[in-house]
């Protein structure tokens, strides 16, 4: 099951496949969906998350919290919209676009994908341009 919130932030429309896509990603890694919770919010919200949790006191765009158990992706998933904003306009990629790339990035993350050496982030990268060209919305 997954399932959007927002904290702090105004509610967005989101697109209505978009559970269905990110469904698709966790099966084409060869996993099972389990309880997903994306809380997409502003970036004081998950400042604190990222301060009161990892002890890190700078913004972020996404953090997740991985409760996977063998091949069932669960977790809950924050994601800043303010900082998806910003990257869209830095990266000039366009809202939606750079929003589906975090959600994604997150999935991957509770995959088991990391993103900490020059060779992991390539290969997260990689990851998200493969799922967002494979499963447009």
Same mark, same amino acid.
Request: aromatic letters at 14%; proline letters at 2%.
């Given at each position: ?47 604190? /998350? ?5 002890? #890190? +006191?700078?913004?972020?765009?996404? $953090?997740?919290?991985?409760?996977? @158990? ?36 997150? /999935? ?5 994908? #990391? +993103?900490?050496?020059?060779?992991? $982030?390539?290969?997260?990268?990689? @990851? ?10």
């Amino acid at each position: 099951m997954i399932q959007f919130f927002f904290e702090n932030t105004d509610e967005i429309a989101l697109n209505p496949d978009i559970k269905s896509w990110l469904k698709e990603v966790i099966i084409s890694e060869n996993k099972k969906p389990g309880i997903l919770n994306f809380i997409l919010c502003d970036d004081a919200y998950l400042l604190e /998350i990222n301060r009161q949790y990892l002890q #890190h +006191d700078y913004f972020t765009d996404i $953090i997740s919290f991985d409760y996977t @158990k063998g091949k069932i992706i669960s977790g809950d998933i924050f994601v800043s919209l303010q900082r998806i904003s910003e990257n869209a306009s830095q990266f000039d990629s366009g809202f939606e676009e750079e929003l589906k790339r975090v959600l994604v990035h997150g /999935i991957l993350h509770l995959c088991g994908y #990391h +993103d900490k050496t020059e060779a992991e $982030i390539n290969e997260m990268r990689s @990851k998200e341009n493969y799922y967002l060209k494979t499963f447009p919305l």
